[in-house]
């Protein structure tokens, strides 16, 4: 790593928190960064519930995480950032999450809205933090230089406490509380330099491993209270059904069935729920036995004649229907005009099904109406939507939310949807009791709010060196933005940022004279949601193939070909070449081997894998592969490094087994035994590779390395048979 000056960093509009409802005396920071009629006027003794940093008179410092962790380390990496600057240990001070989710410094500055997600946490968070730490240590250390009569240049921090080396005088942060609240606010604060960090980029492990494999971390099935009911819903088995007829006669007959519910369908909230049955009793299996006897009766529905097999010859109709709204995400040239020049054109559709999330804790949640409060317990990964909860179902307010948050066991975008919020809320509402809402494995696979089928075309042409000269790129989906931002379609752009990753002007990766990459809307009336990765699965799917059909078209190896047509970008450059390097591309491979290869940029980050198969009786298999990353400043090298893993599993997992199909408006699939997902036995060898990037701007590494293992796959599959596959799951029991 690259040494770097120590900042000094000018605090813009801030407010400093220095007591609070449950901070009774002691030291809190925090920022409040809010619009320019707020300004920076606020009094330095304003009232704010919430800091970044707690340190309390007997000597405990506690560390506000305002974002959802799922189970990969975000608590870890984003407490480290904290504690560099306040010169803690970030594994020996206690972690929380803030009594109040919606204060304003927590809204993602990206989309207005409180929420984790996009793999943004680390690198939108990354600055501000470690300010917030920095500003608590100055404070600290001016406190103690004032009550020795001295001068704070000549005091400094170190492991909780503030030392004078000269005199040997210390003092523990605890005792300097009182008197650093009272001092004016820092103009600016010294931030380290890299060459200074003591956890920063060096963190091997989770601050709760051990809890995790001791069975001690607590999850939302664990949450117990006074008079609560676990409660199933049986929801429609077609999309958009109603219930038509109920019997509750034998289900209440169940012992321990206490109650049983019908939750009506919410179209007039956006992501709302489907029509359904609740049924609430003492314990989950006691609800699911009163489910499994419910008499229902359900409406026929307008989806009853839908069927997924049909969806690849509606796309295609419909990505050339000139009445089909387009929204061009990049363009450059004519290319139009290029088509008669070319010296070859290649054309190609691309397809993907649709996919569960099916995270390995299925969606858990219990929620308390009382006392003019809605409470939830569990794993909330988006505030803003348990508080449209509260505001739609139960007429609250945003200060009438309480939401005590715990980790969840993934999400995977299955976090991200509403209903299960909606569904909890009302529960709560009607039963007048704590309700805890619990999904089954089959529930979970038919909750919908998944991925969305999607349909790419692309025609390119050559030029007669070999180059591209002209590119053309449709992306059909239906739009994203429907469920999660009211008032989309009034948009002056329309443009769809989650439909359109990997195919816009910032993160596109190649150069041609003449481009032309848009999104189609489709709108089959699915309810789909999000899903790891999102539009940079089917679209880096889509461009990285196509890439390969090219370069195969033109005779050109695919990573020089590639390489030709990078311009000005270094970093990606780095890690396609480093990945090659390290498969050992271009060297001689063993009879009935091949590899391939796919990259692509996102979250900040830069990412390569090359994907090695190899025939074996009965089929093909995915012998290794290999990975380089560069996502700038690995701030825990150990939960990078476990995400890129992990984001290489879920690669290999859409690659050849995720699939949902839907037949006469219902899911096809139940659980694990017809939803295949990657198993032991599939795992290849992995080899990764992290560079060292950007010192100074950590990159998001979550959902990065997934997209590139699909095409990456395709590529080798080609390579090895002659056989192209464009569409996912990919079918490995091929014969050639």
Sequence with gaps: MKARNAQNIQLPRRRFLKQGALLTSGLAVGFHWSSAAVAATAPQDDFEPNAWVRVLPD???????????????????????????????????????????????????????????GSTSISLEYDRLRQAGAMAREMLVAAAAARWGLAPADCRARDGRVHHDVSGRTAGYGELTEAAAKLPAPEAVRLKAPSEFRYIGKLRHKRDALEKVSGRLRYSIDVELPGMLVAVVLRAPVIDAR????????????????????????????????????????????????????????????????????????????IEDPARPLVRSHEAGDVDGAWPLAARLLEADYGMPYKAQNPLEPVCVTAELADGRLSFWGGVQVPSFAREAARTICGLGEEQVVIHELISGGSFGAREAKYWLMEAAYLAQQAGKPVKLMNSREDEVRALFGHAATLHRLKGALDADGGLSALRLRALSPASGEQWEPGYDDRPDQMDYSTTEAISAWDFAYHTPHLDLGWVRYETGVPTGWYRSVSFIPNVFAVESFMDELAQAAGRDPLDFRLAHMQERPRHVRVLQEAAELAGWGRPLPQGTALGLATHQGYGSYVAVVARLSRQPGGLRVERLSCVVDCGLAVSPGGVEEQIYGGLMWGLGHALFDRIDIRQGAVVQSNFHDYRVARMSDMPEIEIRILEGDPDKPGGVGELTSPPVAPAIANAIQRLTGQRLRETPLDLGLKA
């Design 243 to 318: 219930v038509e007829g109920l019997d509750t006669t034998a289900a209440l007959q169940v012992p321990g069935v206490r109650q049983v519910i019908r939750v009506p369908a919410r179209p007039d909230v956006l992501g709302g729920n489907q029509e359904g049955v609740a049924v609430l009793a003492d314990d989950y299996w006691s609800a699911q036995q009163g489910r499994e006897v419910l008499q229902l009766r359900w409406s026929q529905s307008a989806f009853a004649e839908f069927d997924s097999d049909a969806l690849p010859g509606l796309f295609a109709a419909a």
């Design 59 to 117: 000597g405990t410092v506690k560390l506000v995480v305002h974002k959802h962790d799922s189970g990969t380390g975000t608590r870890t990496a984003l407490a480290a950032c904290v504690a560099e600057e306040l010169e803690v240990d970030p594994m020996a001070v206690e972690v929380i999450t803030p009594e109040n989710p919606f204060f304003e410094a927590y809204m993602h500055p990206l989309w207005h809205v409180f929420s984790t997600g």
